[in-house]
Structures are given as C-alpha cells and as structure tokens.
C-alpha cells in the first residue's frame, strides 16, 4: 500500500509550532485531552448501537486502554470506540474544523504568559495536537466501526504527516505517543494515575493502565450528577466542571439538582467565572451534554437551553428521555421543552439571588462576562422579560460602576417620564458626547449602552416600570419637563441676541444637508450638535444599519445650536449686518462639520474642512 503525505492546515500548522514550543506550566493536560476523545468515541458508538448494534460486535466492554512501554519510551493511549476511517483521519487530525479558528491562532500567538496560552487552549481545546506538548512524534492506528480496514496516520508535528492502510484486527483507536527528551515522567504508571485521578476521575468509563504486567484498574467512574449535593465537594464540582467544559478556571456557580414527580431528570450546571473567547460566535457549540439514564446521548442540542444562556455549561440526565431518541425527536419531545423551562427558571433564580447579594462584586464580575449574552434574551423571550430587566446591568452618567434600573428609576428627577439612554461604540467617547450636555446639567442620569444588542432589546421591550426608554439622540427628549436642581438653573447663560437671524441664515446655508436648525435645550459647553428628529431613527442605530450596509445614505440630521456659546453669539452679531457674508458661511461649515467629527463621523468634505480651517486659523493668528 502507498504511503500518502498531507499538509496540515495552516493554522494547525501554526498552532503545532506554539504548542510544541512554549514552556507549559501543565502538560498533563494532554492525558485529559486524549482520555476525553476516547471517551467521546465510545459514547458516539454507544449512541450509533442503540439503532445499530452490530457496530459493538467482537469490542468487549467499552474502555479505554494506557499502555506504558519504557523500552520503547511511548504510551499509547487506546479505545475500541467508534475509530476513524481515512478520510476522517485527514479531516478530524489535519484541521481545526471549528469556524473561528485562525482567530484562535491569532489569540494564542499574541497571549503573553505561559498561563494565558494554556487557559486559551483550555477554552478552546486543542484536543489532540497538545500530544506534541509530550510527543516528538505520533502515531494513530485507528478503524472505524462498522468497516475492515485500518490506517496508520504519523506526523512529528511539524508540516505535514503521512497515512497509510495498515492492519488493525479490532475497531477503535490507538494513539502512540514516542515522549521527547525531558517528558519520560509519563513512563511512571503513578504520575499517570495521579493525573487521571485529578482530571478524569468521572469519565463514565473504565481506564485501564498496563505497565508491563496486568492491567490495572484506575478510575471511580462513577457519575458525579447522580449523588446528592452533601456527598459532593466544592473540589469535585470543580475538576468535573473542568473535565466536562475543557475549562480552566473555577465555576462561578453550580446548580445540582433532582427534579422528582412529573417527569424525572437530574440537571448539573455550571456558569463560568471567564468568559470563553468564542462567545459571540454564532456557530459556536451547545454546551449542555443530554444524556438518557447515564447514557450520552448528545451535546448538539439546542433544545435544552435557549441561545441566550449558551455561556451555561453541565448536564442533564433524564430517566424519562427514551435511548434511541433522534434528533428530530428531541426537537419536537414535549418532555424536553418542559426541562427546558424549567432549567431557565432554575438559571434565572440563581443570578437574580445572586444579583440581590449585599456583596455587588461577584455578580458584577459576571455581568461583565456574559452581560451582553443574557441581554439577547430581552428581545429574543418576552417571557422573561420583566425578570430579565431586573438582572441588566448599565454603565451611566451617575455612577461609574454598574447600576441596575431600580438604582435609575430611583433616581428619577421630577417631571422625568423617560429612561434616557444613548448608544455608541466606545464609553468614553459616550459619555463625553455633547448630546448629554443638557442632561447633565439638570441632572438627569443617562444610560451608556455599548453593545450592539442594546439597538434591538430596546426597541421590542419599549418601557420598564411604565417609563419609556428614550434615546437622547432624539430631539424630542423634552429637557423643559424636568425640574432642574435650583442651584444649576441659575447658571444658565442668556442667550445671544439675534439667534433667530441666526438660525435662519444657517438654514439658508445648509439647505439639504440638515434636516433643520434649532436653538438647543440640551447644550451648555458645545457649540453644536447633531441630533435625530424625534420620529426618526436613533443615530446610532443608523450608523450599525449602514456599516452592515442595511441602509445606503445617511438619513439628514437636526443641527442644534447653543444659544449661549460665544462662537455663537459671535456668529449671531454678524448675521444681523447687511450684505451676503461669505465668511459666514464658511464659518457655519465648520460648525456642521465640528458636530459630526463629535459624533465620531468624518467631516462630510475632508478637504474643504481642512481649508476652512486653515483660513480661519491664519486669520486668528
Ligand atoms: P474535539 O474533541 O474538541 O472535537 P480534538 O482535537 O480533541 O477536538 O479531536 C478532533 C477530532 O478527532 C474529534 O472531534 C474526533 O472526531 C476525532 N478523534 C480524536 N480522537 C479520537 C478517537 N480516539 N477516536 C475517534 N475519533 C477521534
Ligand atoms: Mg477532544
């Protein structure tokens, strides 16, 4: 048989060269990786049998296999699952088939500490190349259940790796892992026991460890979901947690609990304490594993939590859920839209416990997490909507930490009937925009809202409490409503004289491009700014809409200027003269244009902004 050489991928190719490179605080996590995908098979073909039991013909019981060869200096790490063929050998082990995965590179490359890379693996599971953590070179004998013929596939990691068919008398694989210099500590049957303890104690299978003489038996293999809360340690959760996400950190919390009476399930969540980096990935995995009296039966579906608590990892098992169930089934069961809903009330009774601790930090810590996760749920599940609003969280002109909208709506001034809000990228540049000038000074609290989901929740959940959610971009927020603090109303500056000629001499000037010009009620240190009509879009929704080019032209804007500015006033002095005052106008443009480089926006003509700039700057001079 031909011997058959492959590229790896590029960004596993990439991806090798880190792995194999960096100094790893902890390689054992390789053990856990290999371990886990040999558990993984096994279940697959366990699943495959239920419909097709010939596949467990002549496989024995289904285990996974250490075998420890000093001589040699290689373990092998072996399962009798469902095994690959060769096509998926040069599919599953010469690619990341996972979308986001040059991003990934991207991430790891740039990662500075060992730590860092390591938790980033951790997330995002390298799987099987963390065997070139250990391994100068690697063999896979593998045959896939159901077929005869076996294959051999080796690489040493760097570039390429060869296949080839070879002899394999029983279905499954075996991964052979010849150790580099300086890793012969995974020659020591202890060491290996001793990490599998720690990370694999709850792999479902048994693990069998042969170091030269009889195989030994080396797990507890029992299912961590099925004892009762008391029996289990902080620690256990833990490392199950780990074993079960491929995660890194701690579990910000557990929820375990047995539901009895109508329908009968165990549910073993856990909510991360880091957010994994892939979160807003859209194709990114389900990460509740289903199974059916201890038996996996997938972690595909989307059935058993909604898209908004996809950050929710953990399992349920059910006694209930028949084994053979199919993917179509499982979509249309009854059983498991009733599991459904009762694990989101399970999850949202636990953040809003949490969201009412004295203690504000923990919970903060996750809202900055998965925040803007849990927010997709406002548009996405009117259900829960008014238990949703009590758990969002807001940045605002009143505070700089996190406030709630009790904490808003408890600080509501007289008059106000609004939420006020405004929407943009970037905090800083929000919370320095001139629309909040008026806001500020009669002191009313404006929400900051960053993530682009805040322009759709908005819109569909429209009032909390009865008060309406108002973007301040809009003119029509009515600052005249609002009783100011005695003291800052008295500051208010007169405005100029002949703001009227004013006005109607910009809007001769623009003509098209504004909408209109009006005498500001929001401004009180900026010359000017853009605002949207109050029936027209936010402007920071149509800025979104246009850069996913939803919409082609901007839709023109109200100029508002500030009566009481002295570049104002100054302007208002000359517009009272006679003749046609070309310098006026030349004046009014750069006004127009200071507005939108305020808003982040270029000015609409860059050159002539800049030579009207320079004009009036030689003449200042
Ligand atoms: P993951 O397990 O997250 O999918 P891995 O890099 O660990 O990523 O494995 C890649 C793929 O290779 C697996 O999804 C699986 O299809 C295949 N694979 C790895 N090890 C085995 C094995 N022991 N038996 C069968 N297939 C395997
Ligand atoms: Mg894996």
Known sequence: MTLERHGFQAEVSRLLQIVAHSLYSDKSVFLRELISNASDACDKLRYLALTQPELLEGGGELAVTLTIDKKAKTLTIADNGIGMNKDDLISHLGTIARSGSAKFVEELEQAKSADDKVSLIGQFGVGFYSAFMVADNVT???????ETQGWRWISDGTGEF??????????????????????????????????????????ALPIHLVDGAEPKHVNQQAALWTKSKSEVTTEQYRDFYRHLAHAFDDPWATIHYKAEGKIDYTALLFIPSM??????????????????????????????????????????????????????????????AKIRAALVKRVLSELTKRANDDDKAPYETFWDNFGPVLKEGLYE????????????????????????????????????????????????????????????????????????????????????????????????????????????????????????????????????????????????????????????????????????????????????????????????????????????????????????????????????????LNAALAKAI
């Not at 896979?140 to 159901?146: D, E, I, Q």
Request: net charge negative.
């Open 140 to 146: 896979v004998l593998s045959r896939k259940a159901g």
């Open 162 to 203: 060869t296949i080839e068919a070879a002899d394999k008398p029983t279905r499954g694989t075996e991964i052979t892992l010849h150790l580099k210099k300086g890793e012969s500590e995974w020659l020591e049957a202890a060491r290996l026991e001793h990490v599998i303890a720690k990370h694999s104690e709850h792999v």
């Open 275 to 336: 957010r994994p980096f892939d979160l807003f990935n859209p194709e990114r995995k389900q990460s509740l594993k289903l199974y059916a009296k201890r038996v996996f039966i997938t972690d595909q579906s989307d059935e058993i939590l909604p898209g908004w608590l996809r950050f929710v990892k953990g399992l349920v098992d059910s006694e209930d859920l028949q084994l053979n169930v199919s993917r179509e089934m499982l979509q249309a069961s009854p059983l498991l």
């Open 381 to 612: 599940d009117p259900a829960q909507r008014d238990e949703l609003l009590k758990l969002v969280r807001f940045r605002s002109t009143a505070s700089d930490g996190w406030v709630s909208l009790a904490d808003y709506i408890g600080r509501l001034k007289e008059g106000q009937k609004a939420i006020y809000y405004i929407a943009g990228d970037q905090l800083d540049a929000l919370s320095r925009s001139a629309q909040l000038e008026g806001f500020k000074a009669k002191g009313i609290e404006v929400l900051l809202l960053t993530d682009p989901i805040d322009e759709f929740w908005i819109p569909a959940v429209e009032k909390f409490e009865d008060k309406e959610f108002r973007s301040v971009t809009r003119a029509g927020a009515d600052l005249s409503d609002v009783k100011a603090d005695d003291k800052k109303d008295e500051a208010k500056k007169p405005v100029a004289e002949n703001i009227d000629a004013l006005i109607s001499f910009l809007k001769m000037t623009y003509k098209d491009a504004v909408k209109d010009v009006r005498i500001s009620e929001r401004l009180t240190d900026s010359a000017c700014c853009l605002v949207a009509d109050s029936g027209d879009m936010d402007m920071h929704m149509e800025r979104l809409l246009r850069q996913h080019k939803r919409l082609e032209a901007s839709l023109p804007r109200v100029l508002e200027v500030n009566g009481s500015h002295p570049l104002v006033s100054a302007m208002a002095k000359q517009a009272t003269k006679d003749g046609d005052w070309p310098e006026l106008a030349e004046t009014a443009w750069l006004l127009l244009d200071q507005a939108r480089i305020q808003d982040g926006e270029p000015p609409a003509d860059p050159a002539a902004f800049v030579k009207r």
